[in-house]
């Protein structure tokens, strides 16, 4: 027998050819980057879906007029200064879980608790912002199904377009978009804040620094990173545009 | 089996990464873009120095221009294997042409509509 080694045998060594990750990356979070794809598609669907209903209208409300307020202080006039807030809070929570991510990769277990918890602490804020603007939107008369009566709901629209018809219709449709997306996006910082919570407290229990790597925190980074990322969307859609 | 691939990911993530001074740099550049659409939105379109018909676009590059910082720098996509942000990034053109269809169809919707 010829000890050559036949062209077929040969030991392949591009990354494809077995025996290593050819992304490089591990198991869960290449899984959790397909998950965020998958969302990624939802949210856009949502959105186009709006967008496509916003543009064969032929009036919408002006979102200066409706989101004109910050809950508690400031009735009328102030129009994106809520939103800038809660915009400020979202991005600086991202900071501090890629703040954490980065403690994490230097095993220094402290620093990822704290920056854990101001994530944390960001996301529920956030939080708490939503559910003022929401029972704020909703004490005006908004929600799925309603709006408010005819005869204010002129205050929300660009003087002079549109009659109490068109203006009716177009604010239900608005008032159904608005809950259902910031809905769904509130609902994935909720999920994301416990997601958090579950995290912080195994790195205060020391799972990850027994294991070696602190990859789980960059995993569930991943997904606040992408509700951030969200919202700078639906901050565009909805209160700019 | 786990493990193994925690190791591999080490060996070799960790020769061009986040440091906290860029995580800083990401932050403020993201804020500064914010900043830019205020004012845009609170200045120069109620001052009628802007046409809504011109920020809107703007406004869409800006987000388009953020996003691309989260993805790339706070979501490390910039860092990890060219397969692997090309496996991310090449579906999403399929929402380009859900955009494409449904910009379309509300063209058709418009004459639909009795308001």
Redesign the interface.
Known sequence: MSTAVSQIDEIKTT?WSGG?????????K?MM?FFL?SD??TF??LL??Y???R????VWPAA?KVFQSVPGMIEHGA??VFV?LM??IL??S??T???A??AG?RNAKKEVIWWMIATVIGGFMFLGCQALEWAHLHSEGFWWGSTPPLHELKEFFTEGVGTD??RH??AQEFANLFFTITGFHGFHVFTGVIINIIITVNVLLGTYEK???Y?MV?KV??YW??V??VW??VF?FF??? | M?AD??E???E???HE????KK??KV?FI??AV?CV??F???ILV?GGHMNIKY??PV??V??LF??FY??A????LKF??L??AL??IV??L??IG??LV??N???H??DL?S?
Do not use: C
């Open positions: 990354p290593r990750s050819p992304f490089n990356v591990e198991y869960g290449i980057w794809l990624a598609f856009s669907s186009i879906s967008g496509a209903l543009f064969s209208a032929s200066d129009p994106l800038g915009t400020f991005i600086m991202s900071v879980m890629v703040l991510v980065e990769h018809t068109t219709l177009t294991r070696g790597s990859l960059e980074g991943l990173h992408f951030d990322l700078v969307f565009t209160y700019l545009v | 786990s691939s925690q591999v990911h080490h070799e993530g960790e990464t986040m440091t906290r995580i800083w932050f993201l804020l914010t659409e205020f845009i939105a609170l109620p920020a809107n406004y869409i800006l987000t953020k996003a989260i993805v720098y706070f979501m490390h990890e294997k397969g692997l496996s991310i579906p999403i399929f929402i859900l955009i449904l910009t169809e509300s063209h919707w418009i509509r308001y």
